[in-house]
Nanobody
Framework: QVRLVESGGGLVQAGGSLRLSCAAS????????MGWFRQATGKEREFVAF????????????YYADSVKGRFTISRDNAKNTVYLEMNSLKPEDTAIYYC???????????????WGQGTQVTVSS
């Protein structure tokens, strides 16, 4: 059984930092990739970041939404089968439930993934 479990959410002041973790079990996602999405109250879910290994295993490829580029960093620890989202310079508009997802079936930004975590709440106060 494949499971994705997020952790690391919480309450932080604007300008602060948080690191989210997504621990995967049941399979690895090194070639297919994993993403982070978020959904704020009353809004649609949106893409945040994505990571996968290069075809020749020479490192990772990462993609970011424009709204988080330069502030958020996605990374992975293959030995732990865990993906991280380091979030710096947080803003109140970053407040949302953050979900990790694995194995996209379409575009990595499109939200069509085979596996999803339960989500972790991030609240940024002004």
């Amino acid at each position: 059984q494949v499971r994705l479990v997020e952790s690391g959410g919480g309450l932080v002041q604007a300008g602060g930092s948080l690191r989210l973790s997504c621990a995967a079990s049941g399979r690895a996602f090194t070639s297919s990739g994993m993403g982070w999405f978020r959904q704020a109250t009353g809004k649609e879910r949106e893409f945040v970041a994505f990571i996968r290994w290069r075809i020749n295993w020479s490192g990772s490829i990462t993609y970011y939404a424009d709204s988080v580029k330069g502030r958020f960093t996605i990374s992975r620890d293959n030995a732990k089968n865990t993906v991280y989202l380091e979030m710096n310079s947080l803003k109140p508009e970053d407040t949302a439930i953050y979900y990790c997802a694995g194995d996209p079936t379409g575009t990595y930004t499109g939200g069509d993934y085979n596996y999803w975590g339960q989500g972790t709440q991030v609240t940024v106060s002004s």
